[in-house]
Structures are given as C-alpha cells and as structure tokens.
C-alpha cells in the first residue's frame, strides 16, 4: 500500500510537526526546510506545505525558532530537555 509523505508524517509520532493552518509553504514559504541542518523536512507540492519527511532530528531548533508563523512545532524528548 502506498501512502502520501503526509499520511506518513502523521501516522508517526514525528519530533517536529507542522500546523498545516499556520504553514505557509503554499505561498513560497521554505523556511523550515532551508534552515534543517539534517535534510529533514521538506514540501509536500501537493497540499503546499511542510512535512518532516525524515525521523532523524537533533533537535537544534531552528526550523521552530525561524518559522514565520509559528508553525514548526518541536517535540523535545523529557530526558534531553
């Protein structure tokens, strides 16, 4: 079976999620994507916005902290807090 990049992302408890009704990508927004060290998200051209299409975060936090609309949201994991 085969499954769009989204329905991946979200059927996974992904570290960084993405407000799809804050997300912009649909305007020209790559933010997120330009700034991940890692590669690690990237547009979904479909529905236009942003998708973690990799589960391998270090959680540096700039995708979060350079998001326009504050639609990055990253999960730190309690015991690296």
Known sequence: MAYTPHEIAQRSSAP???DEDKCI???GC???VDVC???LL???LTKGKAFMQFDECWYCM???KD???GAVRVE???LLR
């Open 42 to 44: 990237a547009i979904d």
């Open 76 to 78: 730190i994991p309690y």
């Open 16 to 18: 960084v999620t993405i």
């Open 37 to 39: 060290p890692m590669d």
């Open 67 to 69: 998001c326009p609309t």
């Open 30 to 32: 790559t933010v997120c």
């Open 25 to 27: 990508a649909d305007k």
């Open 62 to 64: 700039p995708c979060e």
